[in-house]
């Protein structure tokens, strides 16, 4: 499979798992051996199905749009915006029926015909902020000015 086919497989089985909820199509793309990285740790095969498919859950009606696509050997990259209903927990946290919307990147490193690695970035501050876990604001600073 050449470069081009496998940036416009990427990307076809991508929109079909996240926009559209077909597992199927993404995990037919990956590896048996595919790892995915991340600030919190790596993630197999399954325990990434698992995350996508709670993420489906939560939003059910998630678009992500690919802004930028770059390959390059056996490395592809895209930067993504996404925009999604809160309409079921997420993390442990109850619905909000906010509306989030962030953009990210994700890299993936081919093997042969196959996914191998996956690494997606996103601000994961922006999305608590905005389902309401996190609060970012002025702050107020009290100083004891006892002598």
């Known amino acids: 499979m050449n470069q081009t086919t496998r940036l416009q497989s990427w990307l076809a089985s991508w929109d079909a ?18 790892v995915r990285h991340g600030r919190t740790g790596d993630q197999d095969r399954m325990s990434f199905e698992t995350s996508l498919l709670a993420t489906r859950t939560a939003f059910p009606a998630l678009q992500l749009t690919v802004l ?7 490395r592809h990259a895209i930067r993504w915006h996404s925009s999604g209903v809160h309409q079921a927990p997420f993390h442990g946290i109850p619905a909000t029926g906010r509306t989030l919307s962030f953009t990210g990147m994700t890299f993936v490193r081919f093997d042969e015909s196959l996914v191998a690695e996956e690494w997606a970035v996103w601000d994961d501050t922006e999305i608590n902020r905005r389902i309401g876990v996190i609060r970012i604001g002025p702050r107020t600073t009290q100083v004891n000015q006892e002598i």
């Open 17 to 34: 798992a996240w926009n559209h909820g077909n597992l199927e199509a993404y995990s037919n793309l990956l590896s048996p051996k595919y």
């Open 68 to 74: 930028d696509a770059i390959e390059t050997g056996d």
